[in-house]
Every structure is written in C-alpha cells, then in structure tokens.
C-alpha cells in the first residue's frame, strides 16, 4: 500500500537527534557502577600476590566525538571515538603476612563505541528500535596507585589493566543497551498512530512499513488517512504514489498526498459535516441586508407575493465529497454545491422555494502553526444554475451578486474558521517546528521545517 504521509529525516535532522542521545548516553554512562575486581598472580622470588580493588566510583565519562550516520537498507549506526573517563577506587594487597592498602586513580583513554540500531515498526503501527550490534574497545588505561606498596602496581600492571578493560567494555554495552531500550524506544512510541482532528474526524498516523534508511535520509512511510470517529468506513480511492524532491535543507520533510487530504473531505461528507445553514441570524451585520422574501424579491418578484416579509433559510450542502488537486501550482478544489432555500413559516414549519447547483473554483493557501497543517481558500469565480424552483421560473443569474455575498462574507469565514484549526501533524513529544518552508509538487504537498527538542 502507498503510503498518504511520509516524514524524511535529513542528515542534518539525524545530527541533532544524535546530539540529543549522545547527552542522555553520557548522563547514563557517568552512573555506571563497576563490579569490585580481585584476583592473584606469582612474582618470582615473592611468591603469591593477592589483589582487591573495590568501591570504584566512576567519575565521569565525557564523550566528546560521535557521529551518526544512515545504513541503507539497516537502519543506523553511531561511532564514538576518543572517549575518556575517571575512575578512583581503593586497592589492597597481601603477600604472605603483609598487607597494605590504599588508593588509587584510574584514567581511560581513547575508547572507542559502535553502535549499530536496528528500526521497525510494531503490530500497531508505531515506530521501533532496537540495538542490533555494540562494541567497545579501550586503547589505554592509566593508573596511579598510593600506598606504602604502590610500587607493587607496576609489577600486576597488565593482569589488572587486562580485566578492567574487559568489565568496562562490556558494561558500557550493557548500559548503551538499556538506554535505547528505557530512554529512545519508549520515546519513539510517542509517535501518534491515531490523532483526533476535531469532534467529526481524526487521522490515522500508522506506519505502513518499517522506517527505511538510504544513503542521503531516512523516511517514515505512514497511512496519512483520515477517517470519520463516528463511522469508520472504506476510502474508495487508493492513495498515489509518492517521489519526494531530494531536498536537505531542512531536517525533516512532510510530504502530504493528495490522498491525505481527500480522505479529509471523504470523511467529513460521509458524517454530514459539509452542510451549512445560513438564517438572517448568521448573517453579520455588516452585510447590510437581511436574509428574508422581501431581499430575495428584488430577483424574484412572486417571492413577495406568496410570502410576504418572510425570514429565509438558506442549506447548503456538498453533493458529494469535494476532491482536491496538488500540482506545482498549489492547491485547487472545484466543489458542487447544492443551496436550498427555504422560507420560514409563522409555526416553524419550512417551505422550499428553490433549489440551485453552486460550482465555483476554490485555491487553498497552507501553512504550519503550532504542529498543525492550518489553511484558508479563496473563492474565484462562481456558476450557478437552477435544479428546481417550487416558486416559479426566475433568471439565476440575477441571484450572482447576492450568491457571491454569502459565500463570501458568510460560508468562507465559517470554513476558513475551521481550516485555521488545522490537521495535526505526526510529532514526537516536545518537539516545536520553525523554519518552516512550503512546497507544491505534482500529487503532494511538502513542508520542510528545522526541529527544536525541549527536554522535560
């Protein structure tokens, strides 16, 4: 299935994430507790040496370069390299009825980490990692001992330095595990796979195959459907296929079909969403007239006559779900509109006068505010017709200049009110858009934007 959204991580939004885990690895790592090591060894002409050190207390472990890069067709990998840490602990000693203590203070040098990880995605459609392959190796390892037999190090300098070694490089996996396990995983399945849009619709945000890694980006294939909440129903068009420009200016990308937005409007329809009605009420006053027989009667004189100084009722309603174009050009829309007027009785009761068909051309102007996807349209020019007249015949083109009125002062607002709301974006936690820049391409939209993170 081709997806309705796809999200592009760029290099340059791939350097800030990595910059963001990088300090959550060094925090973790800067905890990591050490296992008390101990052991013997024979020095000729002393005999058997025993050896304890214990309460090591890992000082710090500073990672000062990494980088990350894409794995095509794997995932991701993250080479840190020149990393340093300080230890200091206590050592004790005893060859044969002597012993001595003391302390010491260990400092290791150019280690270095790999790590390869692993993306996909779960049975509900949010994004997974795990960590696929680790490796640490330590090149140095420094020590000074204090104490009356420090001199005693230089001479088990290597047993030691040997198991240290081995301990570190494998805690340092094991902590590198649990921090994608307790710290990026649960933060990737904040990803929304389901996002309400509003009280009528929401939008379905799962991931339709694992996240795919290529030489220049990642990309995110989602659903990007929309769907009623009341009524969850087939969408009878398939959703296009999809080739993003190879743009990296930004860190991230959206790109948004038309797919994604048609099944806004298939959803809305189907919910009865897409009618509006309109009594002198709505009206605002700045019009300058009021929705009633004795207005309408200047186009259609018998209105005053069968019912004279009546209010009116006008409903509208899309015929069928308005479809929406994306080209290089923007955003267009050519919806059909039936507008029902009615005359309101003195009990209440409502007595059709006319019925006509509205086809105007629509464009959209879109933007970003707040992780939503917010828009307004603009109404070029309009074409009404006659599709039945309880109230005898007419020319509909004297109803144009009052038709244009209502549309625009009345029914735009309303949907533009509505537009300005917005349609969610799929976004992780704590993370705020800005740079935003908006693309038109043949079938799709594409919003490319700079990421900021707000730790908690």
Wanted: with cysteine; charged share 15%; net charge positive.
């Amino acid at each position: 299935t081709n997806p309705g959204f796809v999200v592009r991580i760029t290099q340059a939004g791939l350097d800030y994430a990595h910059q963001q885990g990088i300090a959550i690895l060094e925090k973790e790592l800067a905890h990591l507790k050490l296992p008390d090591i101990s052991g013997d060894f024979r020095i000729r002409h002393v005999g058997k040496v025993r050896y304890e050190l214990s309460r090591l207390d890992l000082r710090s472990f500073h990672l000062p370069y990494s980088r990350i890069s894409l794995v095509p067709n794997v995932g991701l990998q993250v080479a840190i390299s020149n990393a340093f840490a300080d230890v200091a602990g206590n050592w004790r000693v005893k060859i044969h009825f002597v012993r001595d203590h003391g302390s010491f203070d260990l400092k290791v040098e150019n280690v270095y980490i790999k790590i390869n990880l692993k993306l996909g995605s779960d049975t509900s459609g949010k994004p997974t990692i795990d960590t696929s392959y680790c490796s640490t190796r330590i090149s140095k390892v420094r020590a000074h001992f204090s104490g009356r037999l420090g001199w005693l190090y230089n001479l088990f300098y290597s047993a030691i330095e040997s198991r240290f070694r081995k301990i570190l490089e494998s805690e340092v996996c094991d902590i590198v595990v649990k921090s994608v396990y307790r710290e990026l995983q649960p933060y990737l399945q904040t990803l929304p796979v389901t996002a309400k849009i509003d009280a009528v619709a929401g939008v379905d945000y799962s991931l339709v195959a694992p996240p795919n890694a290529t030489a220049q980006s990642l990309d995110v294939e989602l659903k990007g459907e929309c769907f009623s909440l009341a009524n969850r129903s087939a969408v009878p068009f398939p959703p296009l296929a999809l080739s993003l420009p190879p743009d990296h200016d930004r860190m991230v990308y959206f790109a948004a079909s038309s797919y994604f937005f048609n099944t806004a409007g298939f959803a809305y329809h189907a919910a009865g969403a897409l009618v509006f009605e309109i009594t002198d009420s709505t009206i605002p006053k700045d019009v300058g007239f009021h929705l009633n027989t004795t207005t309408f009667s200047a186009f259609i004189p018998q209105l005053e006559k069968m019912y004279p100084d009546t209010p009116m009722k006008l409903r509208l309603s899309a015929s069928s779900a308005p479809f929406l174009n994306i080209g290089p050009g923007g955003l267009s829309l050519k919806p059909v509109v039936d507008i029902q007027a009615y005359a309101i009785l003195p009990n209440s009761s409502l007595a059709p006068l006319f019925l006509l068909s509205l086809v105007s051309n629509v464009s959209a102007v879109i933007n970003v505010k707040s992780g939503h996807i917010v828009g307004s349209l603009n109404v070029g020019r309009m074409k009404l017709s006659l599709k039945h007249s309880d109230v005898g015949t007419f020319q509909v083109r004297t109803l144009q200049s009052i038709m244009n009125i209502f549309a625009s002062s009345i029914l735009l607002p309303r949907i533009n009110a509505r537009l300005d709301q917005g349609f969610p974006l799929p976004l992780l936690d704590r993370i705020q858009l800005s740079n935003i820049l908006v693309q038109f391409h043949q079938n799709f939209l594409l919003l490319g934007a700079d990421v900021h993170y707000q730790p908690r």
